[in-house]
């Protein structure tokens, strides 16, 4: 049974990552059952229930005698840690990651405003602690972790269950971020700054000064990709 759940979870996180990648993106659908089966060497059953798990999550679906059709990215369940991951590990297109800093803005101003009034001592440590990492970080990668887990630790002391179930949405649009604006150690160190005028205000019990710090922060990510959408001949992202 053990074998049996290993090469399902194999099969299913396999084919999420070469759907959310584009690979079967002209033809439009999954190959055939047989073609599956012999491409990654395991059993029918397994192929299908990998087909009905990404059917759950909004991927595909399928019907008798036409096989299993991708869907359009809007159907699928966006907010699940696993599809997230899949889209992240990828090529986030430039639609998306504006949708993502849209969702971003209406949401972590508003969290980071209720943890300058609900966090209590150890959300605040963590928060700080997570600054001190981004602060002390001599490479991108780890910035990027200490980053993440600033964003997490404000969406945690903002108490409000429904934001974390925002995290994988936050950890996509900053892998996206990262991989087109923290292109150098200058611009770690401003973006250090922004982030200690957030924690500063949620320390300072100041709810309105954290919305606003949050909201500036923001506009400094927009911008940075809005650049480098402008310097690539890509659509350059606006609000909505």
């Known amino acids: 049974m053990r074998e049996f759940d290993n090469t399902h979870t194999r099969l299913v996180e396999t084919l999420g990552k070469l759907i959310a990648k584009g690979k079967w993106a002209v033809q439009g659908h999954l190959p055939r059952e047989d073609d599956l089966v012999a491409q990654f060497s395991v059993s029918r059953t397994i192929v299908r229930e990998a ?3 990404l059917q759950a999550l909004g991927l ?3 019907r008798p005698r036409t096989g299993s059709r991708i869907q359009p990215v809007a159907n699928w369940r966006l907010l699940d840690a696993q599809v997230m991951g899949w889209i992240a590990a990828g090529e986030i297109s430039p639609a998306m990651i504006r949708d993502l800093l849209d969702l971003r803005a209406m949401i972590e101003p ?15 440590h963590a928060i700080a602690q997570a600054l001190k990492d981004m602060a ?8 990027k972790r200490a980053d993440f887990r600033f ?4 969406l945690e002391a903002s108490e409000n269950i429904f934001f974390l179930q925002l995290k994988p949405a936050l950890h996509a649009v900053l892998e996206g971020s990262f991989k087109i604006s923290m292109y150098d150690a200058q611009r770690m160190k401003d973006s250090v700054r922004v982030h ?20 500036e922060l923001l506009g400094v990510a927009r911008s940075d990709i809005e650049h480098y959408y402008s310097q690539t001949k890509k659509p350059v992202l606006r609000a909505s």
Do not use: F
Not at 204 to 215: E, K, Q, S
């Open 51 to 53: 087909t009905k798990t």
């Open 196 to 215: 200690e005028t957030v924690y500063q205000a949620i320390l300072d019990r100041n709810p309105d000064a954290a919305r606003l710090a949050m909201l």
């Open 136 to 143: 002390s970080a001599n490479n991108q990668a780890a910035h």
């Open 110 to 124: 508003t969290a980071a405003a209720y943890a300058a009034e609900r966090a209590n001592e150890a959300s605040c």
């Open 60 to 62: 595909v679906i399928t």
């Open 151 to 154: 964003h997490e630790a404000i």
